[in-house]
């Protein structure tokens, strides 16, 4: 086995056709496609009857430990379209004794932050520019908060893709000039990530560039449903009892959601799934009031804020599908407070040394929620998705100094 195996090797590929995730109305596929005639997300359709024939666990195990191993539920047919960076399998971390302290159940993070561009977007980016090159596609436009951005500006340019990025003004600093030194045009704009997309679809015509925005392409939910795939061989070909998404346009919980099916319908796992649980921010939580209104659909949040701003979206597309994923799941929608979410970024790195990224850290604030209000249980292996680096974000300063040429008291130090 060498590692570019994933690469190199040409595999079966058995995609069938796009279908409507809310009418289901078809669509063929290996045509360039954004939204259906409906106006809502596609979903990208498999023969996985086919799938079950090719594809066995033992085989599976045989190759290298990346994102493209699961080439035969993926998009791209060609390995000469593949661009990539080494996505490489993200670990699972154990959080025992913040366990132990709270009272809880087994508390695992997928660490995202491992991947390319040093976040999980890498996932689903790298999916839509090798699905782009594949198509044809030559210049790519997105709206972003950040790490969306950086990860597009990276593959897009491995592949000689021309990209214009549109971020809020407020977007971290690190974030826009990772987008630009990877070769992206970047602009910051005043307003909200929303505002950013209706940019890019009013230049769709007129600049001639692809809308490659969250849910408006198919391929970003495939890229990111190799979260689900991953875990569900990381735990023996089962899956955990409950997951903490960060969520903002949703699409790893979409994705995810969608894995799990698929699995079953290839005969890797049962009909056992995890209860999903989409976590948002207090002060920009759509998807939360509309689970608790009842509704299918979730109005725009209007003066949206919040530090942990992957998950600062105000209205998402997908909405539909995050809400029928959390309800069908028997799972829920939870906010919290940026002050629990920077809390819980402190408590995780002082008590186990794992730093995650602001919204990763709003997970293990909603869990210690969930526990304390009865939702979850200490008999419960929950889930908690850290999608970043915390490198990435503004970290405390460190205020101690020695001088060297004073007695220092060792023994106080």
Not at 14 to 40: T, W
Not at 146 to 169: E, H, K, Q, S
Request: with cysteine; glycine share 10%.
């Amino acid at each position: 086995m060498k590692d570019s195996d994933n690469l190199t090797i040409e595999r079966p590929t058995f995609v069938s056709h796009l279908e409507c995730a809310m009418v289901g109305d078809r669509y063929p596929a290996d045509q360039i496609h954004n939204l259906s005639k409906a106006n809502k997300p596609l979903l990208v359709r498999y023969d996985l009857a086919g799938v079950k024939q090719a594809l066995t666990k033992d085989a599976l195990a045989q190759r290298p430990p990346d994102l493209w191993r699961y080439r035969e539920l993926l998009p791209v047919r060609k390995v000469t379209d593949i661009v990539s960076l080494g996505e490489a399998t993200t670990p699972l971390i154990q959080l025992p004794r913040l366990a132990a302290k709270i009272g809880g159940g087994e508390i695992i993070v997928k660490d995202e932050g491992r991947l390319p561009t040093g976040s999980f977007k890498a996932r689903g980016l790298v999916m839509a520019v090798s699905m782009a090159k594949a198509l044809g596609i030559e210049h790519m436009a997105m709206p972003t908060n950040g790490n969306a951005g950086a990860a597009l500006a990276a593959y897009a340019t491995r592949c000689g893709i021309r990209t214009t990025i549109f971020c809020p003004a407020d977007t971290p600093e690190v974030n826009v000039s990772e987008i630009e030194l990877q070769g992206a045009t970047v602009y910051r704009v005043n307003g909200l990530i929303d505002d950013c997309g209706k940019i890019v679809g009013e230049g769709k015509a007129k600049a001639g560039w692809f809308d490659t925005s969250t849910l408006k392409e198919p391929y970003r939910i495939e890229g990111k449903k190799t979260m689900g795939l991953e875990l569900a061989e990381q735990l023996g070909w089962d899956v955990p009892d409950v997951i903490f998404y960060p969520t903002g346009g949703g699409t790893g919980l979409i994705g995810m959601w969608k894995a799990f099916a698929e699995l079953e319908a290839i005969g890797f796992i049962g009909a056992k799934r995890p209860r999903m649980v989409a976590v948002q921010a207090a002060g920009c939580a759509p998807m939360v009031r509309a689970f608790e209104d009842g509704t299918e659909h979730a109005p725009r949040w209007e003066e949206a804020h919040t530090i942990a701003s992957g998950i600062r979206v105000p209205q998402a597309i997908g909405d539909f599908l995050i809400l029928r994923a959390v309800r069908q799941s028997q799972g829920f929608a939870i906010a919290v407070t940026d002050e629990t979410i920077s809390a819980a970024l402190n408590e995780v790195a002082r008590e186990e040394g794992l730093l995650l990224c602001p919204e990763g850290a709003a997970t293990y604030a909603a869990y210690k929620q969930s526990l304390a209000d009865g939702r979850v249980t200490k008999n419960d292996r929950v889930m908690l998705f850290n999608c970043a680096t915390g490198l990435k974000y503004p970290l405390p300063p460190v205020t101690r100094t020695l001088d060297r040429h004073a007695p220092i008291d060792y023994a106080g130090l």
